[in-house]
Structure formats: C-alpha cells, structure tokens
C-alpha cells in the first residue's frame, strides 16, 4: 500500500472505518452467537495484535479466521495457514533452505507460499509447537522478521491469528502466551441456539457445495492498514513536545483512565492474573483503536471490557469476564 499523509488518511478516514463496521455487522449473519469473537477479531487486525482462540473442536475458530480473511479479500499467497505438532520443523514455516543457494555458503530460504510472504497467518494448535518454531515465531512476533543468510528481513505479516484446544500450563509457553494480548473462547452454541445452529450450518454447507461466499470481499486489509496508519499518526500528534510524553487526557479522559488501573491492580491482587509492563503498553493502543473503531476517538468506559481477554489461563477466561464486567458497574 502506497504511503499516504495524515491530511490525506483524514480526508476518507470515516469512510474506511464505516467500511471496517460494515464488514464486521455483515460478517456476524455468517455465524451463531459469535458476535463477540468477530469484533475482537476486527479489532485485532485493526491494532496489529496477535490474537489467539481458545475452543473445543467444531466451535468454528477455523471457519472464523478463514471467512474473515475472505471478507477482506486475502488470498493466495497473502494467507497462510497451518497447523502445529510437536515434529514441525521451521522450515515448513518459513520456508525450506535452497540447496543451489546452499553450496554457495549461502544459508536463505525458499519463502514462496510460506509465512514471511503472507499479510494474514493463522497458526492452528500453537502451543504444541517445538522450541525451535517457538523461537522462531516469538523472533516475527516480537519484530515481524525472520532471518535470511544471517540478516534480518522483514515478513509482510500485518495480523496473527492462533487457535488452541487448550492452554497448557508449562511455563516455556509464557513468554508466548504473553504476546496474545487478547484471548477470547470460541464456545459451543448448540446447546442455547441449537434450531440455528442446524439452519446456518446446512446453508454453510450449500454454499461450500456451489463455492458461494456472500461475505467475501466485505472491505480490505489496506482499509485495516489505512485505519492503523491513522491512528499512528494521532497518537504521535498527541505527544507534548514541551514534555516530551503523550497527552493522555486528551483521548483517555480521568474517569475512564482511573477505572482502567483500578481494574489491573485488582485482577492482579485479587486473582492473580499476570499482567506485563508489555501487556498494559499493548492495552492502551488496543483501547484506543476500539474507541476510535466504534464511537471515533475518545475512551469510554464501555472500552474497557477488552479487560475480559487477558488471561493466560483457560480457567480464568469466565471467571475474569463476568468479573470486568461486575467492576465496570461498580465504578459506573
């Protein structure tokens, strides 16, 4: 995407994120009671997040990501998909070594349909993964590079997508866990919505039969990158050049502001939950692009219940929902 100026993003910056919205409402019709893991998911993508989900087999963490990165229009080689066991090896990540580059001394790898190429990626099974890939990914996901003859190369990677059965409890897969920021369980509808679970999934299956996608090309991932790119732009005019630091008041009001520590300190305290000197850093930009996603710009308190999808462990997913949401209504 060409590089434009913050005069010019201003100029249809509405538009785009009327377009995002759009995608986003439309996108739900394709699902049963998923309402809350497609905004997640846009939001996601909006503030370049990785983002993992958490689910049972047959809850449609698959069908989500790959509809969402159809409703964007990603294909090809732009998406790559794969999933983990403890035999992966990286090359069949970021690509084999090239044997003629080989017996040159040159040690670069094939990366045609491979990770580095793609601008969405969505890892399956995870945490399964050996420490050798956990390596590797914690390298792209930390600095969106690999290395290539011993140098540093960009990947075009613009959001992660990761989804698990579970999330186990060894601690090698912290520093991993950490770096999903928001973690949201894809749970089983069948029980509460069972009539429409039947009617979408056999309209699900016709559609595949005559490869109909209603929902394909809804926006596109430059209208995600655009948005992004504005929002940099913003909380770098933000800054108070007198000292030196960002203007909070200006999009994260006093209130709001005050009842986003109180609710870390109290997770923290009262239920143990690890929240990273990273993670808060994170959440502020993730706060932000929600606000500007859907009310344009200023934190609300209604923003603060993307507090309900940071915890590490899979027990603590409802109880830290229901738990936000009780403190969001006491400091109401």
């Given amino acids: 995407m060409t590089e434009r100026s913050f005069e010019e ?68 080689n732009e998406y790559f998909e794969y999933m983990l066991t403890k035999f992966t090896e990286p090359s069949e990540i970021v690509g084999p070594i090239d044997i003629g580059r080989l017996k040159e001394g040159r040690y670069v790898r094939k990366v045609d349909g491979k990770l580095p190429e793609a601008r969405i990626v969505f890892l399956d099974e995870i945490f399964k993964s050996n420490s050798a890939i956990l390596n590797t990914l914690l390298t792209i996901i930390n600095e969106r590079k690999f290395y290539q003859d011993g140098k540093p190369v960009p990947v075009a990677m613009r959001m992660l997508f990761a989804a698990t059965n579970e999330i186990p409890e060894f601690t090698e897969l912290d520093a991993l866990k950490d770096r999903f920021v928001l973690k949201i369980e894809s749970k089983s509808v069948k029980d509460d919505h069972f009539d429409a679970l039947l009617d979408a999934g056999l309209t699900a299956e016709v559609q595949r039969a005559f490869n109909l996608k209603p929902w394909a090309k809804l926006c596109s991932l430059d209208d995600f990158e655009a948005a992004k790119r504005y929002l940099d732009h913003i909380m770098y005019r933000a800054m108070n050049p007198d000292e030196g630091r960002p203007n909070r008041d200006l999009y994260f009001p006093p209130g709001p502001y005050a009842a986003f520590k109180r609710i870390l300190q109290t997770l923290e305290k009262e239920d143990g939950i690890e929240i990273s000197d990273r993670k808060v850093v994170k959440l502020y930009k993730l706060l932000r692009c929600r606000a500007f996603l859907f009310h344009g710009g200023t934190i609300q308190r209604s923003d603060l219940q993307i507090l309900r999808y940071i915890p590490n462990r899979a027990q603590d997913m409802q109880l830290i929902h229901e738990k936000v949401d009780r403190l969001l209504r006491i400091d109401a």
């Fill in 9 to 76: 993003l201003s100029e249809d910056i509405d538009t785009v994120r009327q377009r995002i919205l759009a995608m986003m409402n439309a996108l739900k019709t394709y699902f049963v009671a998923k309402d809350e893991v497609i905004e997640l998911m846009t939001l996601a993508t909006l503030a370049q997040e990785p983002m993992l989900l958490i689910g049972r087999p047959g809850t449609a963490k698959s069908d989500l990501v790959i509809r969402f990165c159809e409703a964007l229009g990603v294909t090809g």
